[in-house]
């Protein structure tokens, strides 16, 4: 498996940016992909999760409302659109993927989960 992430960069407070990830490999047209950030001095925190079947995406409370997950099945590209950026969403994101579909439940609920897949990350910055 595969996943590849594009996208991110600077941004001000307010702001927005897109980022993208491309899965290739798995078996199942029915699995979970999402995005987990990691930002110093802070736990990693799994903020966005979108089923590739059914579509149904799931959001951390602290992106709620503002970040939006959607997936383009036939591009099999999964994208985080990221609005009224605060200086707290700056982190290197990871595109995240399992093969369970069901583990998306652990975004909103921040419960510890050890993902299938990880790609290479990028970076996110925002600031005044």
């Known amino acids: 498996v595969q996943l590849v992430e594009s996208g991110g960069g600077l941004a001000q407070i307010g702001g927005s940016l897109r980022l993208s990830c491309t899965y290739s490999?798995?078996?199942?047209?029915?699995?979970?992909v999402g995005w987990l950030r990691k930002a110093p001095g802070k736990e990693r925190e799994a903020v966005a999760c979108?089923?590739?079947?059914?579509?149904?995406?799931y959001y951390a409370g602290s992106v709620e409302g503002r970040f939006t997950v959607s997936r383009d099945r036939v591009k099999k590209t999964v994208y985080l659109q990221m609005d009224s950026l605060i200086a707290d969403d700056t982190g290197v994101y990871y595109c995240?993927?399992?093969?369970?579909?069901?583990?998306?439940?652990?975004?909103?609920?921040?419960?510890?989960?050890?993902?299938?897949?990880w790609g290479q990350g990028t970076q996110v910055t925002v600031s005044s």
């Open positions: 979108i089923g590739t079947r059914d579509g149904i995406p």
């Open positions: 995240i993927g399992d093969r369970l579909r069901e583990a998306c439940g652990n975004v909103p609920t921040s419960a510890p989960y050890s993902w299938d897949y």
């Open positions: 490999g798995f078996s199942s047209d029915d699995v979970a």
